[in-house]
């Protein structure tokens, strides 16, 4: 099946550092690409989504300066969690839109990248 | 809009005993995919199942079976014989087709034990 990965798997960083997280579909090419925030036994929640060669679109109430999202190509996502806080840290997943033979498309999640920010 | 309940938080059962986790959900789509994911420990999102509004018909793949009831708005999952390596959390999911970018929207999720 088709393979999205993260980079990195985790990290930890003083507070008002920024971190920048990447996430990268392996075996093809993805036009859009989705992130998504989970803290702690909480669920998965959408932050924006990611077109290649357009701004991102923010979901309510992810303030889009501070979550920059670059999707400069058709296989690589980068967000960038600027002036990170503790509050920020978390567990941050991604996921790549493929569209199969069957013209039924399909979302394939990273392993996530969990931040703690100190 | 689009809204996903999973009321149970927590299960809790013996191992082979069978569990069933529910699954309720809201569209005003006529065409809609929904989805199980279980997250183990290690936080990756394990892809289990994806159906679309109409297919109607129930889904068995070894221990686990899906029952998709459409009048009640429901995509309840059981587990037959449980493991203690069935304990992670899952999630219920739903995608509208209406929504251009197909934005998945996850429940809360159910955290089960499997007790050896």
């Known amino acids: 099946g088709a393979v999205v990965s993260q980079h990195p798997s985790w990290v930890i960083c003083k507070s008002g550092t920024s971190v920048k997280i990447e996430c990268r579909s392996l075996?093809?090419?993805?036009?859009?690409m989705f992130w998504y925030r989970q803290f702690p036994k909480q669920s998965l929640m959408l932050m924006a989504t990611?077109?290649?060669?357009?701004?991102?679109?923010?979901e309510q109430g992810v303030e889009k300066d501070k979550f920059l999202i670059n999707h400069a190509s058709l296989t690589l996502s980068t967000l960038t969690v600027t002036s990170a806080h503790p509050e920020d840290s978390s567990f941050y997943i991604c996921?790549?839109?493929?569209?199969?033979?069957?013209?039924?498309?399909?979302?394939?999640f990273g392993p996530g990248t969990r931040l703690l920010v100190l | 809009a689009q809204k996903v309940t999973q009321a149970q938080t927590e299960i809790s059962v013996v191992e082979k005993e069978d569990v069933t986790l529910d699954c309720v959900y809201e569209?005003?789509?006529?065409?809609?995919?929904l989805f199980w994911y279980k997250q183990p420990p290690s936080g990756e999102l394990v892809f289990l199942i994806r159906?679309?509004?109409?297919?109607?018909q129930n889904e068995i793949s070894g221990r686990y079976s899906w029952n998709f009831q459409k009048s009640t708005s429901s995509f309840n999952f059981t587990i037959t014989a449980s493991q203690v390596v069935d304990s992670a959390v899952y999630f219920c999911?739903?995608?509208?087709?209406?929504?251009?970018?197909?934005?998945?929207?996850f429940g809360k999720g159910t955290r089960l034990h499997i007790l050896p």
């Open positions: 996921s790549a839109r493929l569209l199969d033979r069957n013209s039924q498309e399909t979302q394939y």
């Open positions: 075996d093809f090419q993805a036009t859009t």
């Open positions: 990611s077109n290649e060669g357009s701004k991102a679109t923010y």
């Open positions: 569209t005003r789509d006529t065409t809609y995919y």
């Open positions: 159906r679309n509004s109409f297919d109607e």
């Open positions: 999911a739903l995608s509208e087709a209406g929504n251009r970018d197909d934005k998945i929207i």
